[in-house]
């Protein structure tokens, strides 16, 4: 499963992009890989990329144990931390609902999702209106 992060500090966002196939054990890996990166911080915005993705490998179980896991790591007391799902397709959308019930209940993660990159970009605060131009800005 290629998944990438790409930490924007200065935007105080990561962007994770999936492709191929999905399953929790690879998210985890790249999680850890994350939150040991210098440029990592609690709190910081998320935006994560599914268009790509082909195939899920789902196992609500796992998904719980991941979704607590990631919690502890970005956890910023007194600052909601907000995540973008960016979905293309009618399986990653329920993968993103999934995942995005599964912080309901804590008022720390707000999760929403979005087949618009103007509109998940406008929902994380930033000005850009297409992806591209927010990852060419900082590369």
Not at 9 to 31: E, H, K, N, Q
Not at 117 to 131: I, M, N, R, V
């Amino acid at each position: 499963m290629p998944l990438t992060f790409r930490i924007l500090p200065d935007m105080a966002l990561v962007y994770v992009c999936y492709s191929g196939a999905i399953c929790p054990r690879d998210t985890m890996r790249v999680f850890n890989e994350y939150m040991s990166h210098p440029d990592f911080r609690p709190g910081q915005k998320q935006l994560v990329d599914l268009r790509q993705v082909i195939k899920i490998a789902f196992d609500y179980p796992e998904l719980v144990k991941m979704q607590a896991k990631k919690a502890e790591g970005i956890y910023l007391p007194g600052a909601p931390t907000l995540m973008a799902y960016l979905t293309g397709s009618a399986d990653t959308m329920r993968a993103a609902r999934a995942i995005q019930r599964s912080w309901d209940g804590t008022s720390d993660v707000i999760a929403r999702i979005f087949t618009d990159e103007a509109d998940a970009l406008g929902f994380l605060g930033l000005p850009q209106t297409e992806l591209q131009a927010l990852l060419v800005r900082t590369a």
